[in-house]
């Protein structure tokens, strides 16, 4: 057999070329994926300029809201070892209920909602992005990941003249900053022992001067700020879906107390036994609105070894459920109770309670009374017991906002 050394070995090099080639490509790989860093998604705001009945972080992207949308998109493009999201304080604990991220109460200041979640980080760096910017595209995320330093930060340039207390400067020298930043834990940590607020980590790493590296920015990571801003082509509109909830809550009688049921005054000289003014039909309508949305139980609202509700209407309290129900991206369908009562007798009382319920939940409710047949506690005529059914649908942003253009 004859060999060509001159093929042999032209092989042999291209072979090897190859094979350095791949090599390099999966050490690459390797790096970029072990680095060691931890995700924080800032989500705590008040949502006040977005002026719309939802607050933006929870505007419903198809079955998720835009908080979670956007930490499971950042989590789609890298495997981030922790992911924490900052949240208003008495929103926490319906942000725990969703998904299985690091939950941290956040603070009426961006960088002391920041520094709350910093607690939680021990990876080398850090990503920190906000939920404004909800379409970041993959690419940035891999650039970031390709230039660490001290902190790294995408940017756009202006394209219109940029003028500066009355004076025109030189555009070519403005940056105009955008989140994702990527940054080195530790000196992000020291950079915010202080007293004094940046907007952003650049601005806090730059101040005790720390490396700061630049990459391009891109259009499609734009701010919602407003209503306006939600032209973007990764946000979906809401599903259709509706959502169904069951209450139930029974209260013993007690003599020399007031009587309400769905907010409506029975003419009666005893009322119930209860933390708050008891009133069993509004705290079942309570429960299968929570249940509902997910949202747990009226306990977890509203305990009953708080003094701040020593007392208090049951009319206080669903209108806070559905307020939170609003701002949180739902709607109320409609509304179903049965009551339960061997006394008093309700028939003069269904019309006003029906109405009443419809005036607060600005929604549909049937109300249905009935007795026990004499049995059990309630036939004994020692309570009541109502059981409430309840129906949500997910706030349709997307069909208003397009009614607005």
């Avoid at 920190?128 to 910017?133: G, L, N, P, T, W």
């Avoid at 949180?328 to 006003?352: C, H, M, R, S, W």
Wanted: aromatic fraction near 10%; charged fraction near 30%; charge should be neutral.
């Amino acid at each position: 057999m004859i060999i060509n050394s001159n093929l042999f070995f032209k092989n042999y090099q291209t072979l090897l070329f190859v094979t350095n080639f791949l090599y390099n490509i999966v050490t690459f790989l390797q790096k970029e994926t072990d680095l060691d860093i931890s995700l924080i998604i800032l989500s705590a705001g008040n949502s006040n300029r977005f002026e719309y009945p939802v607050k933006k972080q929870w505007l419903r992207i198809q079955n998720k809201p835009l908080w979670q949308f956007v930490a499971d998109r950042f989590n789609e493009f890298f495997d981030f070892k922790k992911t924490i999201i900052t949240a208003n304080a008495n929103e926490k604990r319906l942000y725990e209920k969703q998904c299985d991220y690091i939950i941290v109460a956040g603070d009426k200041e961006r960088q002391l909602s920041l520094k709350n979640a910093l607690e939680y980080v021990n990876t080398e760096y850090v990503m920190v992005s906000d939920v404004a910017r909800a379409c970041i595209p993959k690419e940035i995320i891999e650039n970031l990941l390709k230039n660490p330093s001290d902190c790294t930060v995408p940017f756009l340039k202006p394209v219109d003249t940029v003028v500066y207390e009355n004076s025109t400067i030189d555009r070519d020298k403005v940056k105009l900053i955008q989140t994702p930043q990527l940054s080195k834990t530790e000196i992000l940590k020291k950079a915010l022992q202080t007293d004094k607020l940046f907007t952003d980590e650049r601005a806090a790493i730059e101040a005790i001067g720390g490396e700061i590296k630049y990459i391009k920015g891109s259009e499609k990571s734009k701010k919602i700020t407003y209503f306006k801003d939600l032209d973007l082509p990764c946000l979906k509109r809401p599903s259709k879906d509706i959502f169904t909830g069951i209450g139930y809550d029974t209260h013993r009688f007690e003599e020399n107390k007031e009587m309400f049921l769905g907010g409506v005054k029975i003419d009666v000289d005893y009322g119930f036994k209860a933390h708050s003014d008891g009133d069993v039909a509004i705290h079942a309508l309570i429960d299968a609105l929570l249940g509902a949305a997910g949202y747990g139980d009226i306990g977890e609202f509203f305990p009953d070894n708080d003094p701040d509700f020593k007392d208090i209407s049951s009319v206080k309290l669903l209108e806070y459920v559905k307020e939170v129900l609003i701002k949180t991206g739902f709607e109320i369908v409609n509304a179903d109770l049965t009551i339960i009562a061997q006394k008093p007798k309700l028939k003069n009382y269904k019309t006003k309670i029906q109405r009443n319920l419809s005036k607060l939940l600005n929604a549909p409710v049937n109300i249905k009374a009935t007795t026990n047949e004499k049995m059990g506690f309630i036939g004994r005529g020692e309570g009541i017991g109502v059981i409430a059914n309840a129906n949500l649908k997910y706030k349709d942003w997307y069909e208003d906002y397009n009614n607005r253009k």
